[in-house]
């Protein structure tokens, strides 16, 4: 049975940094893309950062592009988030989620597997 369990979440002050972490247990992954995604009360669920099955590639959204970055190990089956200069807008539930393929993709539907989210608060 694949699970995905993301941590690190939290509530922090605008400015301060958060690292998330997904770890992934069930089968490896070590050649699907994997990536965060994040939700905000009352808004769409929205892809935030990606990266590909070897680490090579990454993308992310314009939001957060300059202060996230992705990182996975796929020794150890997992995928961090850090979020350096927080903003009250990155306020979200933020989920873990792994691709069906080894496609580069942002398509919220191209991801099979997703974590219970964890939870991240920004005050200003």
């Known amino acids: 049975q694949v699970q995905l369990v993301e941590s690190g979440g939290g509530l922090v002050q605008a400015g301060d940094s958060l690292r998330l972490s997904c770890a992934a247990s069930?089968?490896?992954?070590?050649?699907?893309?994997m990536a965060w995604f994040r939700q905000a009360p009352g808004k769409e669920r929205e892809f935030v950062a990606l990266?590909?099955?070897?680490?090579?590639?990454?993308i992310f959204a314009s939001s957060v592009k300059g202060r996230f970055a992705i990182s996975r190990d796929n020794i150890k089956n997992t995928m961090s988030l850090q979020m350096n200069s927080l903003k009250a807008e990155d306020t979200a539930v933020y989920y873990c989620?792994?691709?069906?393929?080894?496609?580069?993709?942002?398509?919220?539907?191209?991801?099979?597997?997703w974590g219970q989210g964890i939870q991240v608060t920004v005050s200003s």
């Open positions: 069930g089968r490896t992954f070590s050649s699907n893309t």
């Open positions: 990266i590909s099955g070897s680490g090579a590639s990454t």
């Open positions: 989620a792994v691709a069906h393929t080894r496609a580069i993709t942002t398509v919220l539907r191209e991801y099979e597997y």
